[in-house]
């Protein structure tokens, strides 16, 4: 008899339902991996790893899949499991990327992408290709982000998988956004939510409706703003998500502060952060931070905005993430001008220097404004 005989599909009234038992009997199933294992039985081991990857429930912490999960890879390898080891490398670079270990992440993913390519799976190569891309998304390397996401909605769309040549699309919109080139992020954009609301896609539409107010935002339409990233974070709750919902929330948050309503930015900031940490994504925790600073500056509590500002540059430091960092800085400074401006002074120059190497649109303006400040520092000693 082997491990599975006798096994019976455990069939759920709802999504609540499903997620409720999700969270009951997390531990115990990450442990049946580790049994498995400990059995002998690879073949079961990485079928479970690969299972509980997208059983876990939304909310549950980063760092407690990848654990099973690698025992999971190890064990499809002993098996000469080709396709398993690739699905395994694809969620492991996923929960690395969560994780804030982007070039685990990257290796992960370049593997799987290999793979795909040697049992000629034209889908999985363009799930590859798609989280391939936004590796690069994150690091700001916008030109090979935007080549890998349109070599993976081309993909997607020639093997008929509409809905993850909808995602891609979004990605693309979100990799043309943080470059600064809005025109084409707002039509990509419009693209990819036409697709998601055909595929009536609940995340992917949260998703890019959050970019849709970040967009709106920076074109000055405030109200419209607020009101997307409010409809994204009902999807969140709806989808009980408190990772959607976090990261969500500094898009709802940049929204209010442009409403001049800081109380409340600082209220959805604080609870970023607090899901953040609870997540385990240190990077998306120091930018909710750096909001959280943005906010108390606005409210003229200048040494609690340097706080804030300072606990996210230097977090996004050891996180290697220069950008971040220097936006951090930037905030830093601007909350110390008129206390310590020598302070001040120090942090744009040290602003400058990370911003250094980055040329896309956005990053020009942005070192631009940096300079314009550090000038008028300049000038007024």
Request: glycine share 6%; with cysteine.
């Amino acid at each position: 008899m082997s491990p599975s005989d006798g096994v019976r599909p455990l069939a759920f009234a709802d999504y609540d339902t499903a997620v409720d038992w999700s969270e009951r009997e997390h531990t115990n199933l990450l442990q049946t991996v580790r049994t498995a294992v400990a059995a002998g039985h690879d073949r079961l081991a990485g079928q479970l790893s690969a299972v509980l990857w997208w059983a876990k429930f939304p909310s549950a912490p980063g760092a407690d899949w990848p654990s099973v999960g690698q025992l999971g890879l190890e064990a499809a390898a002993r098996c000469g499991d080709r396709v398993a080891e690739a699905l395994l490398s694809t969620y492991l670079g996923m929960a690395y990327a969560q994780l804030n270990r982007s070039a685990e992440s990257l290796e992960r993913h370049r593997s799987a992408l290999a793979i795909w390519r040697e049992v000629n799976d034209r889908v999985n190569e363009a799930h590859s290709l798609n989280l391939i891309g936004l590796n690069h998304l994150r690091h700001r390397r916008f030109e090979d982000a935007a080549d890998h996401f349109e070599q993976a909605i081309a993909t997607f769309q020639e093997e008929g998988s509409a809905h993850w040549a909808a995602t891609a699309l979004s990605n693309l919109a979100t990799a043309h956004h943080r470059a600064g080139r809005l025109r084409e992020a707002a039509s990509t954009g419009e693209q990819a939510l036409a697709a998601h609301r055909a595929l009536d896609s609940r995340r992917g539409k949260g998703n890019i409706l959050r970019l849709l107010s970040d967009l709106r935002r920076e074109q000055g339409d405030i109200e419209e703003a607020l009101v997307l990233a409010h409809t994204a974070l009902d999807i969140a709750a709806d989808l009980r998500n408190i990772r959607l919902e976090g990261y969500w929330l500094l898009a709802l948050g940049d929204a209010q502060q442009a409403a001049g309503q800081s109380p409340d930015a600082l209220t959805n900031y604080h609870r970023s952060a607090t899901l953040h940490q609870r997540l385990g994504d240190r990077s998306r925790q120091a930018m909710a931070w750096h909001g959280a600073g943005e906010a108390y500056r606005r409210l003229g509590r200048h040494a609690e905005a340097a706080d804030f500002h300072r606990q996210a540059a230097v977090t996004h430091r050891a996180l290697g993430d220069a950008w971040h960092e220097a936006i951090a800085l930037d905030g830093l400074a601007t909350a110390l001008l008129d206390d310590d401006p020598e302070a001040a002074r120090r942090h744009w120059s040290e602003a400058l220097r990370l911003l250094a190497d980055y040329n896309d649109p956005r990053a020009v303006a942005v070192r631009s404004a940096v300079e314009r400040r550090l000038e008028g520092v300049d000038q007024a000693s």
